[in-house]
Nanobody
């Protein structure tokens, strides 16, 4: 069992930056692949970024590649999403999620545990 709590969301102007954090409980955090997904009003939840259990592999949606960076600190049971050059279309609720299998990090269906989400709003 893994419990996830996101923080760091807020309101930022276009072009600005935010760093999201996701603190995990449980001793097995380092065995999970971790992802960030987002959901805008009226839209389906979509993949943003993911990182393998060791941190050795990272994955990004094309829409955020070059602007967002995912990282993790297994000693602190925390995963981060550094977001830069933010755009109004990045506005969404951002969710942290944990996946045990690592089969397909791009699909929301493959994640086993979810946080409650944190709102990110980018004004133009």
């Amino acid at each position: 069992q893994v419990q996830l709590v996101e923080s760091g969301g807020g309101l930022v102007q276009a072009g600005g930056s935010l760093r999201l954090s996701c603190a995990a409980s449980g001793r097995t955090f380092s065995s999970y692949h971790m992802g960030w997904l987002r959901q805008a009003p009226g839209k389906a939840r979509e993949f943003v970024a993911a990182i393998s259990w060791s941190g050795g592999n990272t994955y990004y949606a094309d829409s955020v590649k070059g602007r967002f960076t995912i990282s993790r600190d297994n000693a602190k049971n925390t995963v981060y999403l550094q977001m830069s050059s933010l755009k109004p279309e990045d506005t969404a609720v951002y969710y942290c999620a944990a996946q045990n299998s690592g089969n397909y990090v791009y699909s929301a269906r493959e994640y086993d545990y979810w946080g409650q989400g944190t709102q990110v709003t980018v004004s133009s």
